[in-house]
C-alpha cells in the first residue's frame, strides 16, 4: 500500500501568516506572564520579609536601652534583609526569562513570511540565558522562603547562628 501523494491543504503564503500570528499572540502572552508572575511574587516576597522586619523594629525598640537583649536578634535582622534581597533578585531574573521569551517571539515572527516564500520563522537570539534565567529566579525564589523559615527559627533561638559559625571555626 502506498500512500497517496501529499498536497498542502493552504498554502505556503495562509500558513506564514497563520505562524506569524501565532507567534505574535505568543509574545504578547509571555509579555503578560512576566508581568502578573513577577508583580505577584515580589508582593508576596517583600509582604512578608518587609513586615517582619517592620514587626521585628518595633519589638527591638523596646530593648533600645538593653544592648544584650538586641544582640540575639542581630540574625534574625540579617535573615530577612537576605529575604528582601533574594526577593528582588528572583523577580528581576524572572523578568529577564519573561522578557527573552516575548524577545524571543519577536525576533521569530518574521514579517518577511508574509511576502517571500523563500523567508520563514527567525531565529530566536536567547538561548542559554533563557535557562539561566529561569533556574536564577527559581532558586532565588527558594532562598527567599528559606529565609523566612531561618528568620522565624532565629528569632525563637538568636544564638544558634553564632555557636554553629564557631563550632565549624
Excluded at 38 to 54: E, N
Excluded at 74 to 100: C, D, E, H, K, Y
Excluded at 122 to 132: D, I, K, M, R, V
Excluded at 133 to 142: E, M, P, Q, S, V
Aim: net charge negative; proline share 4%.
Amino acid at each position: 500500500m502506498t500512500n497517496p501523494p501529499t498536497t498542502p491543504m493552504i498554502s505556503q503564503r495562509e500558513a506564514a501568516e497563520i505562524v506569524y500570528k501565532e507567534l505574535k499572540e505568543m509574545q504578547r502572552a509571555t509579555f503578560d506572564v512576566a508581568t502578573d508572575w513577577g508583580r505577584w511574587l515580589l508582593g508576596s516576597l517583600l509582604l512578608i520579609h518587609g513586615g517582619a522586619l517592620f514587626g521585628l523594629f518595633t519589638f527591638l525598640s523596646t530593648l533600645a536601652g538593653k544592648p544584650e537583649a538586641l544582640v540575639q536578634y542581630q540574625w534574625t535582622v540579617w535573615w530577612f534583609v537576605a529575604g528582601v534581597i533574594l526577593t528582588l533578585l528572583a523577580g528581576m531574573m524572572a523578568w529577564f526569562n519573561w522578557s527573552m521569551h516575548s524577545d524571543n517571539y519577536e525576533c521569530m515572527a518574521n514579517k518577511e513570511m508574509l511576502w517571500d516564500s523563500s523567508k520563514w520563522v527567525g531565529n530566536p537570539p536567547h538561548g542559554f540565558w533563557l535557562g539561566a534565567t529561569h533556574y536564577a529566579a527559581i532558586i532565588c525564589g527558594l532562598l527567599a522562603a528559606g529565609c523566612i523559615v531561618g528568620g522565624a527559627y532565629s528569632t525563637l533561638n538568636g544564638k544558634w547562628v553564632p555557636q554553629v559559625v564557631s563550632a565549624i571555626v
